[in-house]
Nanobody, 127 residues
Framework: QVQLVESGGGLVQAGGSLRLSCAAS????????MGWFRQAPGKEREFVAA????????FYAGSVKGRFTISRDNAENSGYLQMNSLKPEDAAVYYC????????????????????WGQGTQVTVSS
């Protein structure tokens, strides 16, 4: 079992950057696939990015590809989402998620694929 805590959200102007962090408990973080999702008011939770346990395989949503970078540091039991060139439509609560699996497939763009979730961190982008 793993517990996840996100941090790094806040208010940023359009075009700015933020770096979200996801701190995981436990000693086997490298055996978990990790994903980032976001949910804006009145909208469904949507996939942002996913990374395999080793970091060797990564998926991005088309809307963030080229602007966001997912990464992880297994020695630090942490995952990250670097967000650049932020747009007002990126505003949402961002969640990290984890699933015991060292590999990922395209199925990991589904929120239902993950068993463990953080509490979320708010990202606000002003225009």
């Amino acid at each position: 079992q793993v517990q996840l805590v996100e941090s790094g959200g806040g208010l940023v102007q359009a075009g700015g950057s933020l770096r979200l962090s996801c701190a995981a408990s436990g000693r086997t973080f490298s055996t978990y696939a990790m994903g980032w999702f976001r949910q804006a008011p009145g909208k469904e939770r949507e996939f942002v990015a996913a990374i395999s346990g080793s970091g060797s395989r990564i998926f991005y949503a088309g809307s963030v590809k080229g602007r966001f970078t997912i990464s992880r540091d297994n020695a630090e039991n942490s995952g990250y989402l670097q967000m650049n060139s932020l747009k007002p439509e990126d505003a949402a609560v961002y969640y990290c998620a984890a699933q015991p699996s060292s590999i990922i497939s395209t199925d990991y763009v589904r929120a239902g694929r993950y068993d463990y979730w953080g509490q979320g961190t708010q990202v606000t982008v002003s225009s």
